[in-house]
């Protein structure tokens, strides 16, 4: 596939949207629409057998979810994957991570958006304050015992895809850890 022309059709602070025409292997011609955001850093806090979530209203689903800390740098800039990690983590929930550790990356929904995101394990956490966003005033956390968050994943309380995949990651890290 070729891309021949990219026109941008919506911006916002948070994201663009483009429509590429585009040539197929076969040589007939098409469109792709692309959302762009910047990259994103995915944090699962954990404390011994406790996993802390956070819960916000997602508008495009019309209701409140659990999810782990995770987020993009204001007005789509590019940050540090690691220095992203530590804010979310701190503005989200108020912890603070003696020892964060990059155990993975994901592909948010490739046949629709080029975002990407880092995952991270944060340990020897300290607790303080959120520091919340405006828009984030809304956001609760909590700490969910490891049984109880696979028991949500299982009965679909939890359908977070980056929050599920991230703790998938958790699990291959600590199977293959030395």
């Known amino acids: 596939m070729e891309r021949l022309d990219s026109k941008q ?6 994201m663009t949207v483009r429509e590429d025409a585009i040539r197929h292997a076969d040589g007939s011609p098409g469109i792709y629409g692309v959302v762009d955001k910047p990259r994103y850093a995915l944090v699962i806090p954990l404390d ?6 956070v819960e916000q209203f997602r508008y495009p689903l019309g209701g409140r979810r659990w999810e782990f800390p995770q987020g993009t740098a204001p007005d789509r800039v590019e940050v ?7 804010r979310e983590l701190r503005e989200e929930t108020g912890l603070v ?3 964060m550790t990059r155990i993975g990356a994901l592909e948010v929904a490739p046949g629709l958006t080029s975002q990407t995101g880092a995952v991270f394990l944060a ?3 300290t607790e ?3 520091e919340r966003e405006a828009t984030e005033q809304d956001m609760r956390a909590a ?3 490891r049984a109880d968050f ?5 009965d679909g309380s939890i359908q977070d895809a980056q929050s599920i995949a991230a703790y998938t990651q958790l699990l291959l890290h600590e199977h293959h850890a030395p």
């Open 48 to 53: 011994g057998e406790r996993l802390m979530l």
């Open 128 to 130: 303080g304050p959120p």
């Open 80 to 86: 540090d994957a690691a220095e992203l990690a530590a």
């Open 123 to 125: 340990t020897e956490l």
């Open 9 to 14: 059709v919506y911006a916002n602070p948070w």
């Open 150 to 154: 696979e028991s949500a994943i299982r």
């Open 97 to 99: 991570a003696g020892a």
């Open 143 to 145: 700490w969910f015992a």
